[in-house]
């Protein structure tokens, strides 16, 4: 099967076809569906694309031969997804003139964007923000998932404290004391399902306070600007420098609340000077602010010791706030937020009101885990992973693409990669590598400041791939470039 001949065109009414080559290979799992149930698959496969905004009003599908032979399926079962999807009125096609996606469909959650994008066809995988979903530690979790069901008495079956479980509020107390040097009661954990609901508990309190703007990292995690949005609130850019966000920025924005990723800026990899962080802490103190701090990758570390977190500092100008989204699994949805006292209980009862506290079997579940080292034990390993899996691709990088400037490696699961010139402009870097099938993000994508030279920087994730996949990976990026015609 080839996942590389096939891409959308535009059509007349679509200002662009890009990023949506990979589209085809988000049809690829309906062709593993069995035999019988493959005409359906693929056409329930093509409903989902169009209605998500995946193939956009106007893109023109590839003829049924070409898909046919992109997909390895027959050509049959294509041209009756075609005609099937024609006369929802999801697709139209016109007499010799191809197939296109109709007008007439909106997209279902329009604006939605992949939290995961993962392109599951790629030739190389390197986007951020997975971790490697196959360390899950089935047998461990499985285990005290038996455990918690035989030891929880019928009564705590009930609505739980909106705070989280005592238990586990005193084991995530313990742990972030000891890891990441928080100063953390337990009265002052509130157990979430993410660093995202965090965020939006803040935000709706922020703006219950009558706050309407939140300064964000720039460059920075497009979901701080979405997640607050959501809140009522706007996001104001604020540059960063090589010690962190620029806190002169900072002041003359006039925000009183910031978000901020300390240990490992996400996306650049910065870790914030110890200067920096007093300068946050002035700023906060000085306007009355409060600083969020976003610990979410902030347990991988490989080189030196582990930064401490920002909000041992000052716990009661920052809210912290992490997951287990990247050391277990972000599908699990498990999180917490420490909080400052003087919003604890606004915090608490936003987090009621939004879904009556968090699931009982999950928290006690992460609370024994916690409890008997099994999380320290999945961090260990995952670290001891990830940590051979950044050489790899930091070697790979030094032998395939000689001269490239790598940063951002000394934690976290993704680096910086500043490739030099002669690989350059951007755009025709990346058509190339998305040409050959290779997945990768540039740091200008996480921006609003627009690059001020041709420098190819990229962002590269690499806990999901082997070290043998990051080598051939590299390489073929490498080949696509050589292969590229001069100009
Ligand atoms: C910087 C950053 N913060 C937060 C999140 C979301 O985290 P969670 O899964 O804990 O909601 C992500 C997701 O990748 C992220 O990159």
Redesign the pocket.
């Known amino acids: 099967m080839t996942s590389s001949g096939t891409n959308a065109r535009t059509g007349p009414d679509t200002p662009s076809a890009a990023g949506r080559s990979g589209a085809w290979e988000t049809l690829l799992p309906a062709v593993s569906a069995p035999p019988r149930a493959r005409g359906r698959a693929l056409q329930a496969a093509l409903r989902d694309a169009v209605r998500s905004g995946r193939l956009a009003p106007g893109t023109r599908l590839p003829s049924s031969r070409e898909l046919a032979a992109d997909l390895g399926v027959s050509r049959g079962l294509v041209t009756e997804a075609y005609e099937q999807l024609t006369a929802e009125g999801y697709l139209r096609s016109g007499r010799g003139a191809g197939t296109w996606v109709g007008g007439a469909v909106r997209a279902a959650l329009p604006g939605v964007r992949d939290?995961a994008p993962r392109s599951p066809g790629a030739v190389a995988d390197f986007l951020p923000?997975t971790p490697d979903l196959s360390l899950f530690p089935r047998a461990a979790w499985s285990a005290a998932e038996r455990g918690v069901l035989a030891e929880l008495p019928h009564h705590a079956l009930g609505y739980p404290d909106p705070r989280g479980l005592p238990r586990l509020r005193t084991a995530l107390a313990e742990l972030l004391t000891r890891r990441r040097g928080v100063v953390a009661d337990p009265e002052r954990v509130v157990v979430v399902s993410?660093?995202?609901?965090a965020t939006t508990l803040l935000g709706f309190v922020l703006h219950a306070r009558g706050m309407r703007a939140v300064g964000v990292e720039d460059p920075g995690?497009p979901?701080h600007e979405t997640l607050y949005a959501s809140a009522g609130l706007d996001a104001v850019p604020l540059p960063l420098d090589d010690e962190g966000l620029d806190t002169g920025a900072l002041r003359a924005s006039g925000v009183r609340a910031v978000v901020t990723?300390p240990a490992h800026q996400?996306p650049t990899g910065i870790a914030y000077s110890a200067r920096r962080r007093a300068e946050l802490l002035d700023w906060a103190r000085a306007v009355d602010g409060l600083v969020v701090e976003?610990d979410?990758d902030g347990d991988f570390r490989y080189d030196r010791a582990p930064v401490g977190a920002l909000q041992g500092l000052d716990p009661e100008r920052v809210a912290y706030t992490g997951?287990v989204?990247k050391s277990l699994a972000?599908g699990l949805r498990l999180?917490w937020l420490l909080v400052p006292a003087s919003m604890a209980e606004e915090v608490v009862e936003r987090k009621r009101t939004m879904d009556l506290g968090h699931p009982v079997i999950d928290q006690a579940l992460l609370a024994r885990f916690v409890e008997r080292g099994d999380y320290d034990r999945q961090l260990r390993r995952c670290r001891r992973e990830y940590r051979l899996r950044r050489d790899a691709l930091v070697a790979a990088l030094a032998e395939h693409l000689p001269g490239t400037v790598v940063s951002g490696i000394a934690a976290g699961l993704h680096v910086i990669a500043a490739l030099p010139a002669r690989y350059g402009p951007p755009e025709r870097f990346l058509a190339s590598v998305g040409a050959a099938g290779i997945a990768v993000r540039a740091l200008s994508s996480y921006t609003r400041t627009p690059p001020s030279d041709d420098v190819v920087r990229l962002v590269l994730g690499y806990a999901h791939v082997s070290p043998a996949r990051i080598r051939e990976g590299v390489g073929a990026m490498a080949a696509a470039i050589a292969a590229r015609p001069a100009g």
């Open positions: 939290l923000g993410g660093v995202a609901q995690s979901e990723t996400f976003d979410y997951s989204s972000p999180g």
